[in-house]
């Protein structure tokens, strides 16, 4: 790795440096398709991941690969913009530049920070050591494979105990986790592992307010609950996690 | 783990233990569909490659789930056959079972041995050190993820070598892997790596006989031949690879 390197070409139009190739920078980049500036695109990855299908990864339904493309590929469509791998760890608002690992200074005429969000834990205690988020392609592969590997152990090794899976957050999210494990548990398991026992696996959904999918219409709440219901999900509105174990969630009613 | 547990049901059919869910063991596997017999079918790993298309994981343009199935599901279509995931680590002849990993003993009346291939580096030094084979699913992307990892690197810190990839052995894998690599420099680098200098990225195909594609028809084989010579991959054939060192391979002309 080159040290102190700075990566600043002679520009006469101004240059953009975008940090974050989710949805909000990538919007950004679209929308100056035709500026008369450059643009620099910067991601920890070189892939941008479609976070509304990750639960789908989640439970094998779809591959990793499939909700997410590679970010370079963007100059196919739009030739003012290149991009580069990397982590910012300073900005120095003086210089207009900001610093990468590896000791990569980046200059710009005008900065865009949008580099994303992360799973709330919202202060529960253990919530942050010992449950899985689902806000990364690696997250959605790590829950993926405890669970097969779950499966595949219990298979072999006999069903000795009943599996719980506990969502918390009645969001999109987790209402499409939630289904998804469900049918996968209803539909998918008598045929994929017939040694266990479907009745069971237990998947619950916690949720601190009195409905599912808050923002949407009542009408799609009462329906998106029924078919919840429906699939056999043991659905808690209303109600607080107090703290996450090792092996389990302490609730309270509201 | 249980110890030493013993799977065998109590069964009135013959039970046929076939060992690999490779095109071998799975070919076996439907072709006892309709027989009089429960089929206990075992792997390592809980799902099939199809090897043929590994080099275009390896090279990015196919994902990882896009060539391979979840194995369980060989029971939506056959209901004979169960699924156990596990390494064989031993054959009782006299008392007709097997042991896997974990002190899983398995009983048979028949058992099929369908475990497979691996890479042959035919005592070349160096080369099983060295080189990368491409024979198994994390194979190509271990392949994949160091190829892209040294262009990135490359983007950021500046190409100051020369790329050189050399595939060694011109069957039909070695073939469509250069050929891929070549495409990749081609066509996709000016797009996706215009940092990078494509005239600086080397493929070469190492071939000991005189043809590639040895088994095919002559016409077949000078078409690929052309092909590749189309595309810039440095094609030697007649030549032997002596020795495999961290950074090169030592040839050696017939």
Redesign the interface.
């Known amino acids: 790795?080159?040290q102190n390197?700075s990566?600043t070409p002679i520009r006469v139009r101004p240059h953009v440096v975008v940090v974050g190739g989710g949805f909000g920078g990538l919007a950004v980049v679209r929308k100056l398709a035709k500026a008369d500036v450059d643009i620099t695109l910067i991601d920890r990855h070189?892939y941008n991941t479609f976070q509304p299908l990750l639960y789908q990864v989640a439970t094998?339904s779809l591959?990793?690969?499939?909700i997410t493309w590679?970010l370079?590929?963007i100059?196919?469509k739009q030739d003012n913009v290149?991009?580069?791998?990397?982590t910012v760890v300073d900005i120095n608002h003086e210089a207009h530049s900001i610093l990468?690992d590896?000791d990569?200074t980046v200059g710009f005429d005008y900065l865009v920070l949008a580099n994303g969000v992360t799973a709330n834990f919202f202060g529960v205690p253990g919530a942050e050591e010992y449950s899985m988020p689902l806000y990364r392609r690696s997250q959605a592969l790590a829950l993926r494979d405890r669970m097969?590997a779950a499966l595949?152990?219990a298979?072999?090794?006999?069903q000795n105990d009943n599996f719980r899976l506990v969502v918390v957050g009645a969001g999109a999210t987790g209402v499409e986790t939630a289904g998804a494990l469900a049918e996968m548990r209803n539909l998918d398991m008598p045929?994929?592992?017939?040694?266990l026992d479907p009745t069971k696996v237990h998947i619950t959904l916690v949720e601190m307010g009195q409905h599912v999918l808050a923002p949407f219409h009542p009408n799609l709440r009462e329906y998106a609950k029924r078919q919840l219901e429906k699939r056999g999900v043991d659905l808690r509105l209303g109600t607080v996690v107090k703290e996450v174990t090792p092996d389990g969630v302490l609730l309270e009613k509201d």
Chains 1, 2 share one sequence.
């Open positions: 790795m080159a390197s990566i070189n094998a591959n990793p690969g499939d590679f370079r590929a100059r196919s290149r991009f580069l791998k990397g990468l590896g990569i097969f595949e152990d298979a072999i090794n006999g045929t994929t592992y017939p040694e």
